[in-house]
């Protein structure tokens, strides 16, 4: 490493400790000085102080001449686990999923499992109860270097990203799979949406439905976004009008209320004909309003939803699901997160990989 | 701490790192010298020198002295993610669960993440996959301090203890719920498994069973020899005879092998007339076995099972079930792990708390 030679010099036993070996020699605890505190007074961003306290090549000598001697002068040190995470790997991964009663992410996370056992990690299941509130407290907590890396499926609240943004920049490379962040330059792995949206409306299309609900389980999330322009696409593509009035913005974790929304639905006098649930427990209580109300489905009216549900062919009447390879997207986003570990440079990969979801025909949308 | 005053001449710096202050001043790393190490020197056990060096009560003055002055001559210096576990608090806690693809489960940990959110901890949760070597190498993974306590139920293959045993002598907590380790001293909230095991084959022989299988998950776990009695003692008072035939020893994690166990039974001349599922998949898999072989649910065969399927009352037919309160369940356990926690000394409740289930009768038992 000819360039941390270079500052041999000037780099104190503290600082031997994070530029060069893998053993702790010496720790004087600075609580107050951290990299934020280094890249405010430095004036630089909180990930080129962080880079050049790895030496990173992407860090021009002057810049690291500069932080390692404020870092010196004010004895930082660097989190011990953080520490820990960089040199001595956690061997650990985090998953951050909305919820696990969904088996949707009960098998994506099956999948990621399976290859982080191959590659002999643990995995840490984190759930943000669809809050964004706790979203950002884990982030937070992950940057303390529990883990090497992180599979996110954002909450249906979460609409800004700078605790994702400020994980990454610590060193942790971030993977998102199905409910996905657009605008952080990461890995990401979803499902075609827009088209899955599309066939299912045209399906119910098919099978006479012409006052189709879209039932949408959060504004912010562009799954529920692309799934909602293909609904629109296929009605548009068929002639039938749409009818904003159809279109119900559920709560990500109100299921209280959503289930009053759905039996308000139903109840009024120029009801749907047809429901397209964008998630699954939409449709479980679509189900039951419609019991509650005596509506017959699919006679009068027919459901639809994304689901993973393993119970969708024994329910009464079978659900017509739109199916995700729940399984698959959990296995490809691992098997990204570790190409991107597995790469000595913090380039981080931001390699998108599309999966196709299928339309399994089943009773709830009759013959 | 008089006890500790005592000795102070004697500890060295490195030693004082641990017995007094919350301030970390020196760290010599030498990583060949741990507790074992110590405790095989010294002939004690491991969790002597553990308490010894923690200042427990429990240990004398003597042993105490004996334990330091080897730790300072061989400057043991604990493990800086499991000291930071103890002084610092990692203010996070593990749940380690066989699988998550089951409503249990998932009810549980949020019962348990609604204390833990109160108690502004960070939940892990851990997937044994039911899968011994998985469970033992997590219980290895936590014993490094990255949590403070841990919650768990173990794994359909788990029969020895010894690696959950370690764990808690390195100062971590363990509360078990549902699958319970009856010969570790701990904390434990159960359901009334014998009782609902007795009263889910009196309900099946109620409604006219005479050959009632029953689909057991395990042999090590205690859920299901609890709830294997129960239904024999049903049996028993009602005067139908036990044909041993009709106990299936299920695999915990193949549900092929399952599947087809359950096929072949329900192929068999004398076949059952009533399926008592010990777990939910196993009352899944039935109803598939059942559609397989064109045997209809209640009328050739009634179906009942321990599930809290959210579907289970849109099933065709709707399952009866013997449903645990799964949420408060978490929420026990979790509280009872808190208040070890919140407890100054080392001296963890192995208190037991046991919550009842309900039948709830729907269709697949007929009327």
Not at 17 to 30: A, L, Q, R, W
Not at 136 to 164: M, N, Y
Not at 176 to 204: I, K
Not at 271 to 287: C, H, Q, T, W
């Amino acid at each position: 490493m000819p360039v941390c030679r270079k500052f041999s010099g000037i780099v104190s036993e503290t600082a031997q400790f994070f530029i060069f070996g893998t053993t702790i020699s010496t720790i004087v605890t600075m609580p107050n000085v951290d990299l934020k505190r280094l890249a405010k007074e430095l004036n630089l961003a909180v990930s080129t102080v962080s880079r050049a306290l790895r030496d990173s090549y992407e860090i021009s000598a002057e810049t690291k001449q500069r932080v390692f001697e404020l870092a010196r002068k004010l004895n930082y040190v660097p989190n011990p686990y953080a520490s820990s995470l960089r040199k001595q790997k956690s061997k650990t991964i985090a998953v951050v999923v909305p919820e696990i009663a969904n088996n949707f992410f009960a098998l994506a996370i099956n999948g990621i499992e399976s290859i982080a056992q191959e590659k002999g990690y643990h995995v840490l299941i984190y759930l943000t109860h669809e809050q964004f509130s706790r979203e950002e407290s884990i982030a937070r907590h992950l940057q303390s270097g529990r883990v090497d890396g992180a599979l996110v499926s954002l909450s249906g609240e979460t609409s800004s990203f700078d605790h994702l943004n400020d994980l990454k920049q610590t060193g942790v490379p971030i993977v998102f799979f199905d409910r996905v962040c657009e605008t952080l330059n990461s890995g990401r792995v979803t499902t075609n949406d827009f088209e899955s949206g599309m066939v299912a409306a045209e399906h119910l299309v098919e099978r006479g439905c012409r006052k189709i609900a879209y039932l949408s389980i959060s504004n912010n999330l562009s799954i529920a976004s692309k799934r909602m322009d293909g609904y629109l696409k296929a009605l548009e593509k068929a002639g039938v009008p749409h009818d904003p009035k159809l279109v119900l913005q559920c709560s990500a974790n109100d299921n209280e209320a959503n289930y009053k929304a759905i039996v308000n639905l139903l109840k009024k006098k120029n009801r749907p004909d047809g429901i397209f649930a964008s998630v699954e427990k939409l449709a479980i209580l679509s189900y039951q309003a419609c019991e509650e109300l005596k509506l017959k489905i699919p006679e009068d009216i027919k459901i639809l939803g994304f689901s993973n549900l393993e119970t969708a062919a024994w329910l009464n009447p079978s659900l017509t699901t739109i199916t995700q390879p729940a399984f698959e997207i959990g296995k490809e986003a691992a098997a990204l997160l570790f190409k991107t570990l597995e790469k000595k440079s913090m380039n981080f990969s931001d390699e998108k990989i599309m999966l196709n979801s299928k339309l399994i025909v089943r009773k709830s949308t009759g013959n």
